[in-house]
């Protein structure tokens, strides 16, 4: 099981530096899970995308259908709010990121992201981290 960040899905459904190496995950046979936020915070990103004529509207309509069919199995963000709070508090690291973390660690899954303070912060906390920059998994 991976725990998908919006970074990964942005990088699944844009053309950024990564796109590629995150696309593997999609050749893999495990099982993807994210926080209900993923489908917002990616829709931002996206939309931001189009904003900076990276995307035309067309394009962003087109991404956000991909991202609606993605095969993501996703948890209720109450589910984990909790201890996303508690992580957050601990390390001072925004909620909507601990949210993924917190997944992760409850399934004993790879957090899969982008975001080099996520991972390092996963890292301290003992839970296995992949970005599209390193090792394949």
């Known amino acids: 099981m991976i725990v998908i960040d919006a970074s990964i899905a942005t990088k699944w459904l844009s053309n950024e530096p990564d796109s590629a190496a995150a696309a593997r ?3 893999r046979d ?8 993923i489908l917002a915070e990616t829709a931002n990103a ?9 995307i035309d509207a067309s394009g962003l309509a087109d991404a956000i259908a991909a991202l609606l069919a993605i095969d993501l199995v996703l948890v209720r963000t109450g589910d984990l709010l909790k201890d ?6 601990s390390h ?3 909620v909507y990121d601990c949210l ?12 899969a992201t982008a975001d080099l303070r996520l991972a390092r912060l996963s ?3 003992n839970v296995k981290t992949w970005r599209p920059d390193g090792p394949e998994i």
């Open 25 to 27: 995950l999609l050749e």
């Open 30 to 37: 495990d099982s993807f899970v994210a926080p209900d936020i």
């Open 46 to 54: 996206l939309w931001k995308k189009q904003r900076a004529a990276d």
């Open 84 to 89: 996303a709070a508690i992580l957050a508090a």
């Open 92 to 94: 001072r690291h925004p």
């Open 100 to 111: 993924y973390l917190a997944l992760a660690r409850r399934e004993g899954a790879t957090l």
């Open 123 to 125: 890292d301290r906390e």
